[in-house]
C-alpha cells in the first residue's frame, strides 16, 4: 500500500508563536474530524517564529512565573505549552518544523520512540549531507554537535496518534545570543549550536528548507509535495492568513533587550 | 503476555446442616460472595481493570505502549475527585521529548492516583500493569467496560 504524499508549505515571514500554535490545534482538529472519511491529509510547515520562549508540559505556570517576568522583559514572548520537553527558545535564524502527521495511517502504527528517532535521524542525516557536520550521539533527545553543543531539539505532543510540534534547527548565530539567556531543556552544561559557526558558511533559513525537506522524505520514507494554498480548502486560507498577520506584525528585536 | 484476568470467586462461609438430631448448633449460611475482575483494553492503548465488587477500575497504559513510548520520564495524573466522561483526556505520558495524551477508557471519579509516579515515572516501562498503575476510578457507567476491546481485538490494533 503505496502511502499519500505529506504537503508541506515553507512560511516566508517569522511568525507569532501563539497563532502558530492556532494553526497547529486547527489542522489537527480538521485531521481528527476528517479521518473518518479517510481523507486528512499529512502536512509538514517549515517556519521560523518571532522571538518566543516556551516550556513543556512538566513545569507548572507557578515555576514559570518568575522566568516568565524576565524573559519578557528581553523583548520576547512567553508561551507554556503541552508538548514534551523542557524550556526552550525559538527566533528568526532557527528552522522549526512542524511535522502535523497521522502515526496510525501506516500498519503497524508507527510508535512514538521510533517517530522521534526519525526525526532525529533526519536532522543528523541533513547537516552531514548538506554541511558535512557530523553529530555525536547522545543520551539525550535532540542533535549535538558535541557534548556541550546542540544545534537542533525536538519536542513534540501525540493525541489519538496525530502529531504537533516538532522540532527546532538553529542555521544562523542570530538565536544563540537568546538561548545564553536561559538553562534550556534542562541541560545546564549544554550551549546552543548553529550551522553557520560550525560550519563557516554564511547559511540562511530560507537555504536549508529544500535539504531538510529531502531529508525528511528519506527518513520517513514519503513523497513530498508542496502544498498548492489556492486549492487547499481552509487549510489553504488558514496558511494565507497567518502569513498575513506576520506581515503585518512589523520587525522584532535581534538581540535580547539589556 | 497477560490475559483478560477474569476470577469468579466463591467464598462460602458455612455449609448447611442437615436433619435435627446433631447437637451441632445452627449456624445460618451467609450468602454466596463472587468477584468478578474483568480487564478490557482502548486503541489508544490504555487498559482498565474492572472489579465489580468495589466498583473501581484501575487504569494503565499497556506495556506494548511503553514499549513504544520509550523511557517515560514524567507522568501527567488528574487531580483525587475530578469525574470524567469516557474519552476525555485524563493526563499524559511524557517520553523522549513526545507528550502522549491519555484518555478516560470509562466515565468516572478518580479516588486515587499512583504518587509513586511522581518520583519514578520509569515504574511505567518497568511494571506497566502492576506498580506502575495510574490511576483510580470508581466507575458511573460499568456497563461501558463491555464496550472496549478484549486482549485479543487490541492486539490486532496493532499488529501488522
Known amino acids: 500500500m503505496s502511502l499519500p504524499p505529506v504537503f508541506f508549505h515553507y512560511f516566508q515571514t517569522p511568525l507569532p508563536y501563539t497563532r502558530t500554535l492556532a494553526l497547529q490545534e486547527r489542522i489537527h482538529q480538521i485531521q481528527l474530524a476528517s479521518r473518518r472519511a479517510s481523507c486528512q491529509h499529512d502536512i509538514l510547515l517549515l517556519l521560523q517564529h518571532r522571538p518566543v520562549y516556551t516550556s513543556g508540559r512538566r513545569q507548572t505556570e507557578h515555576e514559570l512565573q518568575t522566568e516568565r517576568v524576565r524573559l519578557t522583559k528581553l523583548g520576547a514572548d512567553f508561551v507554556t505549552t503541552s508538548r514534551g520537553g523542557q524550556l526552550t527558545y525559538h527566533g528568526p535564524g532557527q528552522l522549526v518544523g512542524y511535522p502535523l502527521l497521522d502515526l496510525g495511517r501506516t500498519s503497524p502504527p508507527i510508535g512514538i520512540r521510533e517517530y522521534i528517532c526519525k526525526m532525529q535521524k533526519m536532522i543528523q542525516s541533513y547537516l552531514f549531507s548538506a554541511h558535512k557536520l557530523t553529530h555525536v550521539p547522545s543520551e539525550h533527545t535532540g542533535v549535538f554537535l558535541d557534548p556541550a553543543t546542540k544545534v537542533a531539539s525536538i519536542g513534540v505532543q501525540v493525541r489519538h496518534r496525530l502529531t504537533t510540534h516538532g522540532f527546532a534547527m538553529n542555521v544562523t548565530q542570530e538565536p544563540l545570543e537568546w538561548f545564553n539567556k536561559v538553562i534550556a531543556c534542562g541541560l545546564a552544561d549544554v550551549k546552543a549550536g548553529c550551522i553557520a559557526l560550525a560550519a563557516g558558511e554564511q547559511t540562511q533559513v530560507h537555504d536549508v528548507v529544500e535539504g531538510v525537506v529531502d531529508a525528511f522524505s528519506q527518513s520517513y520514507g514519503r513523497d513530498m509535495e508542496k502544498l498548492e494554498l489556492e486549492s487547499a480548502g481552509e487549510l489553504g486560507k488558514a496558511i494565507l492568513e497567518l502569513e498575513l498577520e506576520a506581515l503585518e506584525a512589523g520587525g522584532w528585536p535581534r538581540i535580547p533587550i539589556s | ?160
Open chain 2, 1 to 160: 503476555m497477560f490475559s483478560a484476568i477474569r476470577q469468579v470467586t466463591r467464598a462460602r462461609v458455612s455449609l448447611p446442616l442437615r436433619a435435627t438430631r446433631s447437637c451441632l448448633p445452627q449456624v445460618s449460611r451467609l450468602p454466596a460472595h463472587r468477584t468478578i475482575v474483568t480487564k478490557r483494553y482502548t486503541e489508544d492503548h490504555e487498559s482498565v481493570t474492572f472489579d465489580d465488587a468495589t466498583g473501581l477500575g484501575s487504569i494503565t497504559i499497556t506495556d506494548h505502549a511503553q514499549q513504544t513510548l520509550g523511557d517515560v520520564v514524567f507522568v501527567e495524573l488528574p487531580t483525587v475527585g475530578s469525574k470524567f466522561s469516557k474519552g476525555d483526556k485524563l493526563g499524559a505520558v511524557e517520553s523522549v521529548k513526545a507528550a502522549s495524551d491519555i484518555y478516560a477508557p470509562v466515565s468516572g471519579e478518580v479516588v486515587e492516583v499512583n504518587e509513586r509516579l511522581d518520583g519514578e515515572p520509569g515504574l511505567v516501562n518497568r511494571s506497566p500493569d502492576d506498580e506502575g498503575w495510574l490511576c483510580k476510578i470508581k466507575l458511573s457507567e460499568p456497563k461501558e467496560i463491555d464496550k472496549l476491546l478484549t486482549l485479543e481485538a487490541y492486539v490486532k490494533t496493532y499488529e501488522p
